[in-house]
Nanobody, 130 residues
């Protein structure tokens, strides 16, 4: 069982930044992690993901490319989502998730499809409003 906790959400104005953190009960180095979000009345959306291998491949939704950056810290215990130039449409509850599979596909795998993830955090609210 993997326990996940997100933090770092809050209320900001358009154009400002936030950094979300995702801590887990396992070392992140070998596991793929995805960030997802869900706005009221909308379906869950994949935002970004990072693979579990040494290459640390990353993927982003088109809506956040160039504004959001996913990374893992050197101690491999926290995954970050740096969100810059936030827009009102970024308002949502943000979730961190992992598939819990050690170096899936040789460490090259991650996905923006939430159905492929097994373990989820409780989420952190991000609100962007003037």
């Amino acid at each position: 069982q993997v326990h996940i906790v997100e933090s770092g959400g809050g209320l900001v104005q358009p154009g400002e930044s936030l950094r979300l953190s995702c801590k887990a009960s396992v070392t992140w180095d070998y596991y793929a992690i995805g960030w997802f979000r869900q706005a009221p009345g909308k379906e869950r959306e994949g935002v970004s993901c990072i693979s579990g291998g040494d290459d640390k491949q990353t993927y982003y939704a088109d809506s956040v490319k160039g504004r959001f950056t996913i990374s893992k810290d050197n101690a491999k215990t926290t995954v970050y989502l740096q969100m810059d130039n936030l827009k009102p449409e970024d308002t949502a509850v943000y979730y961190c998730a992992t598939d819990g599979i050690f170096e899936r596909d040789g460490g090259s795998w991650c996905s923006l499809h939430g159905d492929e993830y097994e373990y989820w955090g409780q989420g952190t609210q991000v609100s962007v409003s003037s």
